[in-house]
Structure formats: structure tokens, C-alpha cells
């Protein structure tokens, strides 16, 4: 069973790579960064040898991307530094996390293994009450949707973990103009989370 205080700790800033044990040998990944009630949480596919490296989320090309992004949609202030943007994302309240908690053995890890992923990710939800799910990767969500998305970006229509609506961000080649459309929305969704509970 996993241990309950550790789900919920929070993280301080600096090198985010911990230890898990898997098929009986020691794996190094990422922590979880759980996000405060009702901010939202994001969630990668699995943690790219680059970013266990640096210790932080998002590390590859596809990654600081991401980062990038929150920045433009204002998640994250202007000038965040990309090499360590997941500390800015747990100091505004928000987390991440990856479906896969065990890098990938290579670069397109299975459905098998993504959907093995969605039971402890639906706990983490349930514990950690965020007020949305935003997936980072189109295959994460299908995998917890357990079904095909027509959405490209956006709330994904009946689907919701531990009873938390879930989203989708643009995928990392998208047009110039589903990324704004999207980055807006997400600026949008972010501006209507409560701000009375920490």
C-alpha cells in the first residue's frame, strides 16, 4: 500500500528524482508533485531519461514546450527558467505527475503500460482533490478515458477521474492557432479555479 503522508507532500524546490521499486530492481523516476485542493494537476506520459537526469519534469525538446506554454497561458510568470518550471508550478499551487511512474523503456511506451498506469493515478486524484486533470499527452488521456478522443484540445467530454472533470492541452505539434485557442481556454480555466482553499 502507498504510504499516505508521502502522497501528500509536497515538495520543496530543487532536485524532484526518487527511487521506486519495480520487477524487483531499483528504478530512479520522478516524484509526484501533488498539486494544493482544487488547483490543477497535470499529467505527462512517463519521465524522459532527460528529465530524470535534471531531476525535473519536462525536460525534452517536447517538453520545455510545455513549460512554455504555461507561460503564454499565464500558469506560470514570464521568464519562468524552463530547466526548473515545476518548482514555479508547485510554488502557484499546481502539481504534475506522470501516468507512468517508471520511465519508459522506450520513447512510445504500450497502451498495456499506460493503462497500468491509470488505477494509481485515479488514487492520487482522489487524495489529492484537485479541481481539474489536465492530461499533457492526447495517450495519456485516452488511456484513463479508456476509449479513442475526437478531442484535439480541451474538456474531454465524459471523461473524469475520481470524479474531477479532465482536459486536454494542444498536442506538441498542433497549429499555431489550436495551440492559442487552447492555451486561452486553459488561461481561462485557471482564472475560475476557487482561490479560498489552500
Not at 4 to 18: E, Q, Y
Request: aromatic content about 6%; overall charge negative.
Amino acid at each position: 500500500m502507498t504510504d499516505l503522508a508521502a502522497l501528500l507532500r509536497r515538495p520543496g524546490p530543487g532536485n524532484h528524482t526518487a527511487t521506486v521499486s519495480f520487477d524487483g530492481r531499483d528504478v530512479r523516476t520522478l516524484m509526484d508533485l501533488p498539486p494544493l485542493r482544487d488547483h490543477l494537476l497535470f499529467v505527462g506520459l512517463s519521465a524522459s531519461p532527460e528529465s530524470v537526469e535534471a531531476g525535473h519534469y519536462q525536460q525534452g525538446k517536447l517538453g520545455r514546450t510545455f513549460w512554455r506554454r504555461l507561460m503564454l497561458a499565464t500558469l506560470l510568470p514570464a521568464g519562468t527558467a524552463v530547466e526548473d518550471a515545476d518548482d514555479a508550478l508547485v510554488a502557484v499551487g499546481h502539481g504534475i505527475t506522470d501516468l507512468l511512474k517508471t520511465p519508459a523503456r522506450s520513447e512510445d511506451p504500450s497502451d498495456a503500460e499506460l493503462r497500468s498506469g491509470v488505477g494509481p493515478l485515479w488514487q492520487k486524484v482522489a487524495i489529492w482533490r484537485p479541481a481539474a486533470v489536465v492530461f499533457i499527452d492526447k495517450r495519456a488521456g485516452v488511456a484513463c478515458a479508456g476509449r479513442p478522443l475526437a478531442e484535439s484540445w480541451g474538456q474531454l467530454d465524459g471523461v473524469a477521474l475520481a470524479g474531477r472533470p479532465c482536459f486536454l492541452m494542444p498536442g506538441a505539434f498542433a497549429s499555431t492557432e489550436e495551440v492559442d485557442e487552447g492555451l486561452n481556454f486553459l488561461r481561462n480555466l485557471s482564472a475560475a479555479l476557487p482561490r479560498d482553499r489552500a
